[in-house]
Nanobody, 117 residues
Framework: QVQLVESGGGLVQAGGSLRLSCAASGSIAIDNAMSWYRQAPGKQRELVARILSSGSTNYADSVKGRFTISRDYAKNTVTVYLRMNSLKPEDTAVYYC?????????WGQGTQVTVSS
């Protein structure tokens, strides 16, 4: 059983920054591939970033150069971060973390990010 809890969202002006966190507990390996997704109103959920077991990272073209995914392990908890800089109104969405490839039964509540213009 894996539980993923996202936090760190909020309201920010365009050009601002946020850091999202995802605490992963349960049967998940330290080097498990992890990912961040987002879903804007009326749109499908999309992959934003992933970090593989090797530590290599990949990003959607829309966030490349602005977002950074990273992973940490402490106190038996894997935490995945998404550092978001130079935020744009089109980044407004609910952000979710998951393993990679994603598992349907691992989705958490997500964290809302709202970027005002």
């Amino acid at each position: 059983q894996v539980q993923l809890v996202e936090s760190g969202g909020g309201l920010v002006q365009a050009g601002g920054s946020l850091r999202l966190s995802c605490a992963a507990s349960g049967s998940i390996a330290i080097d498990n591939a992890m990912s961040w997704y987002r879903q804007a109103p009326g749109k499908q959920r999309e992959l934003v970033a992933r970090i593989l077991s090797s530590g290599s990272t990949n990003y959607a073209d829309s966030v490349k150069g602005r977002f950074t995914i990273s992973r940490d392990y402490a106190k038996n908890t894997v935490t995945v971060y998404l550092r978001m800089n130079s935020l744009k109104p089109e980044d407004t969405a609910v952000y979710y973390c998951n393993v990679y490839p994603r598992r349907a039964n691992y989705w958490g509540q997500g964290t809302q990010v709202t970027v005002s213009s």
